[in-house]
């Protein structure tokens, strides 16, 4: 406008088409760019979108406001305030029906010329058009016209009024005469007619905010503030109203006008422009002068405030068009978050639209959801069929299957439980099996020395060869064959134990691997049940093996080749057997045929191709360094083998380290790589107690896989893991946390139980267990005050609930077990926390049943309501 920066008008009815306000109207329509409709010629608006220019309008010098008519029919009809108070209305060459014709160019005249500040159309009401005008001591700021009056101005006056016109117009169409006149004495800077009710009028007056109603034009509601420009009423809360004075921005809410509800933060500059999104709840945007960047207010998530000082919070954020500086804005009616910025300098316009910030929720379920705008995007790890055996699904997903299954609960068949975890994960089934027999050997021990051995099979192989002693060594004749065999095997009671936690000898004196190749055979592992045979020198066992497996229902024929080639062994150091055997075994795709050979064409002692072959299972390698190392090499052996797992965090190590501290940090190492504290947890409570379950990595394991499965609402699995971990480390049950104390002098109603060592005295002596003597007290044992009485059966606390199931006379013959000393749950104390009425759990249970409100008359305390866990179900219950 002339003299003034640019400002943007949407037009209320066609999405497509806004106009440009300066010195001169222009009427321009948005499309995609490419389109019929953007012709050569177009100004670029975005990547995607571009204007057109259909019409300018210059028949208006000197605007100061532009107001869009707000119905359909007439079209493009414009109303201009101008800078001698004139209001005028004008289109932007469209085909004009009668009605239209009849209204463009019609004059609205105040008494007294000075300058518009504001228009505003009645939303429901379009006849009436509000403007706002500076002051004049002799006149009103407010003026209401009615665009459809047909008064004619006196003669006089309208020679006052021709005569200020800039061009000759026919007095017909001049109209002097308002239909209100408000607000005497004062200017107008700022006008909206309230959403909520057609008939008010607010308006930004000089000291005030001022509501009119129409219908009793004597009276206005007020409000004493400097915050008076750009009032504008949200959309979509027709009680809410923004204002501004210099940089400050004041939210008023109009059912509570005393004072803003909020105030923005303060700007350096002043500002410009202030303006609700149309179609999002609650989101402000506002200009401040000179600036390129356009301040956001979120405040669709803002509590309502208690209390009179208390402030509601609010998102704030900014957003930058362009480099440039902001001349307007305007926000698209209808398309999400979307506005158009002219610039201040040459009218470069550019269409933006706001991205909404990502509100995230990550359920505990691994289901993820996030809300952008109005959409919201649900997104679910389960997805097509056949996906599963593509993707490997979160370890989070697996635990809480392993967890519906009693994954680690198993305590008797300990190996069973890597079959609970799905039985496909090679690591677990290595460490179950490490578990199940270090408990074996445990037990065996303990039965046999009455020692204190538990330890020693807990603290792994490591360990346990670093103490050998006494070892033997011996040479072999192949099984089957006369010929001496020169590979020497050592012997010691510390190297059969390691042998039968490695799971190869079962127990007694004799190393007899029979048992586990029968096993190896059933699970139809050959090739490892043959390398076995062949690493206790029984070649005859293993060529049968081998033999067996090719003619096996969906057996390898080649095996059948690879037992010939076996069959063919010599210890001739230069026969061409062995040289063709240490050429060609690297060709064999299995691990175990690979180390068969290596073993054969090995010189004693130097078996680096079976030790360090990593695909090879670990207990196996283990194994057989403990048959074929001496005491030097051994242990070297054993430690560097020992840190590449706990480096790697190969659950296989564990055998090694065992559960040590050296174990806790190959754990940590699992962890680290996995996040599964699920298997941690429950692999350390296996050991005995001592110093690693103190450690605080593995107290940290546990409490958050605790927490896991309050997070999955597995409750009742929470507390089985609860008594799991109390049977194997009894240091970890929780001390009494909860009583229930007298009113009076706060002591427990109960604290002489624990005092009696008599095992026939518990609860039962205050009468809360059903006993057969169904002796009560019904006073506090420590200062005799009267215990509570029952809201429902008037009894006092402590007497017997007589009319609950469980409770009856067939129920007191039944012996004391230990179930019965305990108080029955319908014999248990019970109150709200909010208006401290309660009774018996029976009872209450009882009433509330059938009623919400508390049972005491005269309380209206919906007590079963209060509880906001009270309606949530356990996700593990059946």
Same mark, same amino acid.
């Given at each position: 406008m002339s003299g003034s920066k640019p400002d943007i008008l949407w037009s209320p009815h066609h999405p497509d088409r806004y106009v440009i306000c300066d010195s001169e109207l222009g009427?321009?329509?948005?499309? +995609?760019?490419?389109?019929?409709?953007?012709? #050569?010629g177009t100004l670029p608006l975005s990547e995607e979108t571009a204007a057109t220019l259909l019409a300018i309008n210059s028949d208006t010098p000197y605007m100061k406001c532009v107001a869009w008519y707000p119905k359909h029919e007439p079209e493009c009809l414009l109303a201009v305030g101008q800078a001698n108070g004139r209001v005028v209305l004008t289109s932007l060459g469209q085909s004009h029906n009668s009605t239209c014709k009849e209204?463009? %160019?019609?004059?609205?005249?105040?008494?007294?010329?000075?300058?518009?500040?504001?228009?505003?159309?009645? +939303?429901?009401?379009?006849?009436?058009?509000?403007?706002?005008?500076?002051?004049?001591?002799?006149?009103?700021?407010?003026?209401?016209?009615?665009?459809?009056?047909?008064?004619?101005?006196?003669a006089s006056v309208s020679s006052e009024k021709i005569r200020l016109s800039s061009v000759d117009l026919d007095s017909s169409s001049v109209v002097t005469k308002p239909l209100y006149e408000l607000g005497q004495n004062d200017a107008c800077l700022s006008l909206c007619w309230l959403l909520r009710d057609p008939k008010l009028l607010l308006a930004g007056m000089h000291r005030n905010l001022a509501i009119f109603d129409l219908r009793n034009t004597s009276q206005k509601t007020f409000v004493n503030t400097k915050a008076i420009q750009g009032v504008t009423v949200d959309p979509h809360f027709h009680d809410r109203v923004a204002s501004f004075y210099e940089g400050q921005v004041a939210i008023w809410d109009l059912r509570k006008f005393e004072k803003p509800v909020l105030t923005l933060s303060e700007q350096p500059k002043p500002l410009t422009k202030v303006a609700w999104c149309p179609t999002r709840n609650g989101l402000l945007a506002t200009l401040t002068r000179d600036?390129?960047?356009?301040?956001?207010?979120?405040?669709? *998530?803002?509590?309502?405030?208690?209390?009179?000082?208390?402030? +509601?919070?609010?998102?704030?954020?900014?957003?930058?068009?362009?480099?440039?500086?902001?001349?307007? &804005?305007?926000?698209? =009616?209808?398309?999400?978050?979307?506005?158009?910025?002219?610039?201040?300098?040459?009218?470069?316009?550019?269409?933006?639209?706001?991205?909404?910030?990502?509100?995230?929720?990550?359920?505990?379920?691994?289901?993820?959801?996030?809300?952008?705008?109005?959409?919201?995007?649900?997104?679910?790890?389960?997805?097509?069929?056949?996906?599963?055996?593509?993707?490997?699904?979160? /370890?989070?997903?697996?635990?809480?299957?392993r967890a519906q299954s009693s994954y680690g609960h198993d305590t008797v068949q300990v190996?069973?439980?890597?079959?609970?975890?799905?039985?496909?994960?090679?690591? @677990?089934?290595?460490?179950?099996?490490?578990?199940?027999?270090?408990?074996?050997?445990?037990?065996? /021990?303990?039965?046999?020395?009455?020692?204190?051995?538990?330890?020693?099979?807990?603290?792994? /192989?490591?360990?346990?060869?670093?103490?050998?002693?006494?070892?033997?060594?011996?040479?072999?004749?192949?099984?089957?064959?006369e010929r001496q065999s020169d590979v020497p095997r050592y012997h010691s009671e510390e190297r059969c134990l390691s042998l039968r936690l490695c799971g190869w000898i079962s127990r007694g004196p004799d190393i007899d691997v029979e048992v586990f190749l029968r096993s190896l055979e059933q699970e139809r592992e050959w090739e490892r049940a043959a390398a076995v045979a062949l690493f206790n020198l029984d070649i005859r066992r293993a060529i049968q093996i081998l033999n067996k497996g090719a003619t096996a229902e969906k057996g390898d024929l080649n095996l059948n080749v690879v037992a010939m080639a076996l069959s063919g062994y010599t210890d001739e150091k230069s026969s061409l057997w062995r040289e063709m055997c240490s050429s060609l075994?690297?060709?064999?795709?299995? =691990?175990?045929?690979?180390?068969? &050979?290596?073993? @054969?064409?090995?010189?004693?002692?130097?078996y680096d191709g079976v030790l360090y072959e990593s695909s090879v299972a670990v207990r196996d390698r283990v194994a057989f360094a403990c048959m074929f190392l001496s005491d030097a090499q051994l242990p070297r052996y054993i430690d560097k083998l020992t840190n590449e797992m706990k480096e790697a965090g190969n659950l296989e190590g564990i055998l090694l380290t065992g559960?040590?501290?050296? %174990?806790?940090?190959?754990?940590?190492?699992?962890?680290?790589?996995?996040?599964?504290?699920?298997? #941690?947890?429950?692999?350390?409570?296996?050991?005995?107690?001592?110093?690693?379950?103190?450690d605080p990595r593995v107290q940290c394991w546990i409490e958050n896989y605790r927490n896991l499965l309050d997070a999955w609402r597995f409750w009742h699995k929470r507390a089985e893991f609860d008594i799991h971990r109390g049977k194997l480390d009894p240091s970890s049950k929780p001390l009494a946390q909860v009583f229930v104390s007298c009113n009076f002098c706060g002591k427990s109603i109960s604290y002489s139980c624990s005092a009696m060592p008599h095992q026939g005295r518990g609860f039962s002596q205050y009468g809360v267990s059903g006993s057969p003597t169904k002796s009560k007290v019904t006073s506090c044992p420590g200062c005799r005050k009267p215990l509570p009485r029952c809201a429902l059966c008037l009894?006092?606390? %402590?007497?017997?609930?007589?009319?609950?199931?469980?409770?009856?006379?067939?129920?007191?013959?039944?012996?004391?077990?230990?179930?019965?000393?305990? #108080?029955?749950?319908?014999?248990?104390?019970?109150?709200?926390?909010?208006?401290?009425?309660?009774? *018996?759990?029976? *009872?209450?249970?009882s009433w509330f049943k059938d009623h919400t409100e508390c049972p005491v008359s005269g309380c209206t305390c919906k007590c079963m309501q209060l509880d906001t866990t009270g309606n949530l179900v356990p996700s593990d219950s059946s």
């Open positions: 009427l321009y329509r948005i499309g +995609p760019v490419g389109s019929s409709e953007t012709k #050569a209204l463009v %160019g019609k004059e609205f005249v105040p008494k007294h010329a000075r300058q518009c500040n504001t228009l505003a159309w009645n +939303p429901v009401d379009s006849n009436l058009l509000a403007a706002g005008l500076d002051k004049h001591r002799a006149d009103f700021s407010v003026l209401i016209w009615d665009i459809s009056s047909k008064y004619s101005p006196e600036s390129n960047i356009i301040r956001l207010y979120d405040m669709q *998530h803002t509590p309502t405030p208690i209390g009179d000082e208390t402030e +509601p919070t609010i998102i704030e954020r900014s957003v930058q068009p362009y480099e440039s500086q902001i001349g307007s &804005f305007a926000w698209h =009616p209808s398309s999400q978050n979307r506005m158009v910025v002219v610039s201040a300098a040459n009218r470069v316009m550019t269409d933006f639209t706001v991205f909404e910030r990502i509100s995230l929720a990550w359920s505990s379920t691994t289901s993820l959801m996030w809300a952008c705008g109005r959409h919201l995007y649900d997104c679910v790890e389960d997805g097509a069929e056949g996906v599963d055996s593509v993707i490997e699904k979160d /370890i989070a997903t697996k635990m809480r299957q190996w069973r439980n890597h079959l609970l975890a799905g039985g496909s994960d090679p690591q @677990l089934k290595s460490l179950w099996y490490d578990l199940f027999y270090m408990k074996q050997c445990a037990e065996d /021990i303990e039965l046999k020395l009455q020692g204190n051995k538990q330890s020693v099979v807990y603290s792994g /192989i490591k360990n346990i060869v670093k103490t050998t002693s006494g070892t033997t060594e011996s040479r072999r004749c192949w099984s089957g064959s075994r690297l060709q064999l795709k299995n =691990p175990y045929l690979c180390v068969m &050979f290596a073993f @054969l064409t090995s010189e004693p002692g130097a559960l040590t501290k050296d %174990g806790v940090d190959l754990m940590e190492s699992y962890v680290d790589l996995t996040g599964d504290v699920q298997t #941690a947890s429950f692999c350390m409570l296996k050991g005995s107690p001592g110093e690693v379950l103190k009894m006092n606390m %402590g007497t017997p609930v007589s009319n609950c199931p469980g409770t009856g006379k067939s129920d007191e013959r039944l012996d004391l077990t230990r179930e019965n000393k305990l #108080a029955q749950f319908n014999n248990w104390f019970t109150w709200c926390h909010n208006c401290r009425h309660g009774g *018996h759990a029976g *009872h209450m249970l």
